[in-house]
């Protein structure tokens, strides 16, 4: 029997209350954290259902890396504390993608 499975993917709200659905490429571990890297959905067009082109420059399209944070026994995304911390765990999940891409 053959399974087959999609992309993950969540729904976020931020500080404004806006909802915005990203799709999981990837996740990791460091430091004892686990970070998730995303990439906003493609969206589809409501009446045709094809996906819609997607402007790769867009500064609102692009890599999303949050966290899990543990608050009051829940499990929440949150995004990263520094810049620094954002480079290093950028940088750790390029290294993955780029090993996935010379296999």
Avoid: C, Q
């Avoid at 404004?16 to 067009?45: C, K, M, R, S, W």
């Avoid at 420059?57 to 829940?74: Q, R, W």
């Amino acid at each position: 029997m053959s399974e087959t499975f999609g992309p993950d993917f969540i729904t976020v709200t931020d500080e404004d209350g806006n909802e915005f659905e990203l799709e999981l490429v990837d996740t990791l571990e460091h430091n004892g954290i686990t970070y998730h890297a995303l990439f906003p959905a493609v969206a589809e067009d409501e009446e045709t259902g094809e996906p819609v082109d997607v402007d790769a420059d867009d500064e609102e399209y692009g890599l999303v890396i949050m966290k899990t944070v543990e608050e009051n026994g829940e499990e929440l995304l949150s995004t990263l504390d520094s810049d620094e911390e954002i480079e290093e765990v950028y940088n750790l999940f390029m290294e993955r993608f780029f090993e996935d891409e010379d296999e």
